[in-house]
């Protein structure tokens, strides 16, 4: 299978709103070119965060892994080329991936229940996971799928049309693809449109701070709670991720964390509860986490998926911890889908998989203890 | 480092080690660990071979390699008429600095006259791009010989070996029962050396993921992995013209007259030679070394460690045309 002939829209249509139509995605005047190498037909734009260092080098200050990167090479992300002392992005406004799924999905559980959301990706990611469930995108260059211009006003436009209240940079790593989240956050804004991020966190702080602001949640997947892991397993490391998940709170965005479980690499119980119990002490107890079951992808295709009983395990630490608002994942129509009053033990939202079945909250609060309720419910 | 003649190789090794060269029944591909077989060529950056001088570079190097009488011996010693043989080439730097089109052509004529079929013959890089752009003709199905980029054609599922975990292009991991890898002698600004080893990065669709730590372990991941590992015959260097600094582009102030090819079936001596003649280059210039500019070749070290060749210089053996 040639990989150029992979689809614009690659990713299941689990969503209740399906997935748009490639017709949808209107192609915009002809794209810029500049020499380079192999990825040169591609649109290039000069990017934001870098520095020019001696002999036609560049750091990259997006992300922790400060690739320096010589003329006419990538760095790690594959989305990003050194073009004679120049850093460009080569994803700005090119999803490969579009789809109007529900806020579930991604998963936000705290933010605009059974809302959609325009959800977009360029290729590329910034670490390797080996479970990575989005790998025919994120470990792939720009140039080896098939993409579309989908420039901000034009993603904004789509969204509009399709019902979306939300947009959601997903699928991949949004960090590599971060001037084009920043102004698609600021075309979403102008519009009245929620604009939403999910993301590995795995990111230089500056950057951060400079995009964050204006995003009305980011969903961060911590991978692990171990250095170990994140080294073997991701090829990124733990402590900028923590640093991120903190500079979140501290802007006052909401913040939702995923914890996906792979069998006998990161589902001890000590680590679940150390995890836990660190969430609740550094971010505080409101910060919903999600612990979701793993299925063999990728390059971690020799473990079983993860047993329910692990996941149940998990949830009873977290609500050990402290925390308020822990779930499940991938187990559709488990009752650690739902969301329920810490005050008085009401369901507020029902839930089966994407599904909203119930949302009982009356402007944000439980209707029988009155207790707010965390989030970003319009 | 020993500097030999072929004839000194051929009664080194004994008549029986080269067995006239060609391949009996039966036997395997002849495969000499440290022996780097070497011939001269002066040119010119920028301008070309003559196609006679790069007739005889190509089968003197060849001949060197592997102590045969001609580079049809040598060429029939190392490869068979079934195979289907590839030929990686690097031409990341454009037609300044990628191997020259007549050197190309010239093993090419080798291969066909050791008795492979040229519609067997597969000269290939990354991108046709790139090969355009490096002075190639793309001819999908030949003649007189194939050549083609691999254009995203890479299996449809990741393998892993060591620290990588790629998919590998097609033609390599289907197509070719032989590979040569046809590289420059360069400098790079992460591995210290591209040349004949990095330049099986251009095989993997994801080497972007495979720059931390001066490409090691990474160059050797994807060297002995199967596909590459039980493949490779043959590295072939064009070293008419070389980079000392600046690499993996074209840097015009970097670049040297080595006027040099050379030829081995050692992929890992055939490295070692590049970076002394590099690591020679740079001393003469008053620059740094690579370890001291901050690039240190570690890759080849875990490359020997592998078994995938000699990285002693005491063992390196250059032998002249």
């Given at each position: 299978m040639r990989i150029d002939r992979r689809r614009l829209v690659v990713l299941g249509a689990a969503g209740a709103a399906g997935a748009l139509q490639p017709r949808l995605l209107r192609a915009s005047a002809a794209p810029k070119r500049a020499p380079g190498?192999?990825?040169?037909?591609l649109p290039a734009r000069e990017a934001s965060w870098y520095k020019k260092l001696e002999e036609g080098r560049v750091e990259c200050?997006?992300?922790?892994?400060k690739c320096t990167v010589a003329d006419m090479e990538r760095g790690m992300c594959g989305v990003r080329e050194n073009r004679g002392g120049t850093y460009f992005t080569l994803?700005?406004?090119?999803?490969?991936a579009v789809h109007v799924d529900p806020i579930e999905k991604k998963?936000?559980?705290?933010?605009?229940?059974g809302e959609k959301a325009l959800s977009y990706s360029t290729a590329g990611c910034n670490v390797e996971c080996k479970?990575?469930?989005?790998?025919?995108?994120?470990?792939?260059?720009?140039?080896q799928v098939q993409a579309y211009d989908l420039p901000p006003k034009a993603l904004v436009a789509t969204a509009k049309r399709t019902g979306a209240r939300l947009t959601a940079a997903t699928y991949g790593e949004p960090v590599v693809f971060w001037e084009y989240v920043r102004d698609a956050a600021a075309a979403a804004n102008a519009a009245g449109l929620k604009p939403t991020v999910v993301s590995n966190?795995?990111?230089q702080e500056k950057a951060l701070r400079e995009v964050a602001p204006s995003l009305a949640a980011i969903k961060i997947?911590?991978?692990?709670?171990r250095e170990e892991f994140y080294e073997e397993?991701?090829?990124?490391?733990l402590e900028p991720v923590l640093k991120t998940l903190q500079v979140i709170r501290e802007l006052g965005v909401w913040l939702e964390i995923v914890v996906l479980l792979i069998p006998t690499l990161n589902d001890s119980v000590e680590e679940v509860r150390d995890l836990s119990q660190w969430v609740r002490k550094?971010?505080?107890?409101?910060?919903p986490v999600h612990f979701t079951r793993f299925h063999p992808t990728y390059?971690?295709?020799d473990l079983p998926p993860t047993p329910v009983t692990t996941l149940e395990r998990s949830w009873k630490i977290g609500r050990e911890a402290g925390l308020n608002f822990v779930y499940l994942g991938n187990?559709?129509?488990?009752?650690?889908?739902n969301t329920t009053c810490?005050?008085?033990?009401?369901?507020?939202i029902r839930r089966v998989g994407f599904r909203v079945i119930a949302n009982n909250l009356v402007n944000g609060a439980c209707?029988?203890?009155?207790r707010q309720i965390p989030g970003v419910w319009e | 480092m020993r500097r030999l003649t072929r004839r000194e190789l051929a009664l080194m090794l004994g008549a029986g080690a080269i067995a006239g060269t060609t391949r009996a029944e039966g036997s395997g591909p002849v495969a000499l660990p440290g022996v780097v077989g070497m011939a001269e060529a002066k040119a010119k950056l920028g301008r070309p071979l003559s196609r006679e001088q790069a007739d005889r570079v190509i089968a003197g190097a060849m001949a060197a390699a592997v102590g045969a009488g001609s580079g049809v011996e040598a060429a029939a010693s190392i490869f068979t008429p079934g195979d289907t043989v590839g030929i990686k080439v690097n031409?990341?730097?454009?037609?300044?600095?990628?191997?020259?089109v007549e050197l190309v052509e010239a093993l090419v004529d080798l291969l066909a006259g050791a008795g492979v079929d040229r519609r067997k013959i597969i000269v290939f890089e990354r991108t046709s791009r790139e090969l355009e752009r490096a002075g190639f003709t793309i001819r999908r199905?030949?003649?007189?010989y194939r050549c083609v980029g691999?254009?995203?054609?890479?299996?449809?599922l990741p393998s892993s070996s060591g620290a990588i975990g790629s998919c590998f292009a097609r033609i390599v991991s289907?197509?070719?029962t032989a590979l040569v890898s046809f590289g420059v002698v360069k400098d790079h600004d992460l591995s210290g050396v591209s040349a004949g080893?990095?330049?099986?990065?251009?095989?993997?669709?994801?080497?972007?993921?495979?720059?931390?730590?001066?490409?090691d372990p990474f160059i050797a991941d994807v060297a002995r992995h199967p596909f590459i590992r039980d493949k490779l015959r043959l590295t072939v260097l064009d070293g008419v013209v070389a980079q000392?600094?600046?690499?993996p582009a074209y840097r015009p102030g970097a670049t040297?007259?080595?006027g040099l090819v050379s030829a081995s079936t050692d992929p890992v001596a055939a490295d070692l030679w590049a970076w002394q003649v590099i690591e020679a280059e740079r001393r003469r210039r008053g620059m740094p070394t690579l370890e001291e500019a901050g690039?240190?070749?570690?890759f080849l070290a875990t490359a020997a460690h592998h078994g995938l060749g000699v990285d002693h210089p005491d063992r390196l053996r250059l032998v002249t045309a």
């Open positions: 190498s192999a990825g040169d037909d200050e997006l992300c922790p892994q994803v700005h406004g090119r999803a490969c998963p936000f559980f705290h933010v605009m229940p479970f990575c469930q989005n790998w025919e995108i994120s470990q792939f260059r720009p140039e966190g795995f990111i997947d911590l991978k692990s709670f397993q991701v090829r990124g490391t550094t971010l505080g107890p409101d910060v390059r971690l295709t187990v559709p129509s488990h009752p650690g889908e810490p005050g008085c033990g009401e369901i507020l209707p029988e203890c009155s | 031409c990341l730097a454009g037609r300044s600095l990628s191997p020259r199905q030949g003649p007189p691999t254009d995203n054609d890479y299996d449809r289907t197509e070719c080893m990095k330049n099986w990065y251009g095989v993997i669709h994801n080497p972007n993921k495979y720059h931390q730590n001066g490409c000392c600094h600046g690499g040297f007259e080595l690039r240190p070749v570690r």
